[in-house]
């Protein structure tokens, strides 16, 4: 995370913002060794879980009731 005095962002608050914008990474901004603001794009979640990640891209393609293996082997593995 970018790290940006508050004097440099009062000289370039366009610039900054900007670039906030193309890279959707939050830029913080300090004075005097104080964090004062963090500046976060509205579309990027603060905090992304990965629960739920791979929601919709899962693809079922063949038979998934029907055993992986011919019944003759179950018998021998029941033995």
Wanted: hydrophobic share 35%; aromatic share 8%; glycine share 6%.
């Amino acid at each position: 995370m970018e790290e940006i005095q508050l004097f440099n962002f009062e000289n370039n608050v366009h610039g900054i913002v900007n670039s906030v914008i193309n890279s959707h990474q939050p830029v913080m901004i300090r004075d005097k060794g104080k964090f004062l603001v963090k500046i976060v794009p509205i579309s990027y979640p603060e905090q992304e879980s990965w629960l739920g990640c791979m929601r919709g891209n899962g693809k079922i393609t063949e038979d998934i009731i029907s055993p992986a293996e011919d019944t003759d082997n179950w018998k021998v593995l029941s033995e």
